[in-house]
Structures are given as structure tokens and as C-alpha cells.
């Protein structure tokens, strides 16, 4: 399995910005389509952001478009989340994952193994 280290999350006001990331090991990263997730306390996990092998395609969940921005550094093996004007509603656990087998896949958030992944904690 791809190892996935999601890191940068913590406490921001309302209004601020957070920038989270997702490092992926392996050497075929570059081939994933990957995506965010994040779960709320009572609540199931769902999608946030999604992004091609190729960085030309992304989706956003409506609650967050306009305000969030998926993005990659395949030479890097990370994937990031930029998170501007968050809102106490975006407080949760953030997870990232992907497959090979397109953006339409990943968005589904059917995965097996997930990671750690890392607390946002929005204040108003």
C-alpha cells in the first residue's frame, strides 16, 4: 500500500487561511488521482476536493468551492489544500487519498486503507 502523511492542520480563526499537505510515497504517485476528505465528529466522511494525475482537472464540493484549492507537486509527491476564509462548519478531520483510476474513482472516497490523517479546528 501507498504510504499517505497528511500534516499542516491545527487551529485557525475564521477568515484565515490554512495550507494543508499530503505526502505520498511511491514512485508512481504521479499516475494517482488524489483527492481530500475530512469527517466531522457523528458525522460520515466526506469528499472535499479532487485533482487528475495531471493537475488539469479538479472538482470541488460545493461547500467548499471558491474558498478551497487542490493542488499538486508530482516531484515532490505531495498533494496540498489550500483552505482561505474557513468557516467553524470546515472543522474536521482532513484525509487524503487517490487511485489510479481517475478523478471520478477517487471522488467516491472508496478506499481501503487511510491514513492518520489531520485536525482542523476552525474558530469563529
Known amino acids: 500500500q501507498v504510504q499517505l502523511v497528511e500534516s499542516g492542520g491545527g487551529l485557525v480563526q475564521a477568515g484565515g487561511s490554512l495550507r494543508l499537505s499530503c505526502a505520498a510515497s511511491g514512485r508512481t504517485f504521479s499516475s494517482y488521482a488524489m483527492g481530500w476528505f475530512r469527517q466531522a465528529p457523528g458525522k460520515e466522511r466526506e469528499f472535499v476536493a479532487a485533482i487528475s494525475w495531471s493537475g488539469s482537472i479538479t472538482y470541488y464540493a460545493d461547500s467548499v468551492k471558491g474558498r478551497f484549492t487542490i493542488s499538486r507537486d508530482n516531484a515532490k509527491n505531495t498533494v496540498y489544500l489550500q483552505m482561505n476564509s474557513p468557516k467553524p462548519e470546515d472543522t474536521a478531520v482532513y484525509y487524503c487519498?487517490?487511485?489510479?483510476?481517475?478523478?471520478?474513482?477517487?471522488?467516491?472516497?472508496?478506499?481501503?486503507?487511510w491514513g492518520q490523517g489531520t485536525q482542523v479546528t476552525v474558530s469563529s
Open positions: 487519498n487517490g487511485d489510479r483510476y481517475g478523478v471520478d474513482s477517487t471522488k467516491k472516497g472508496k478506499f481501503d486503507y
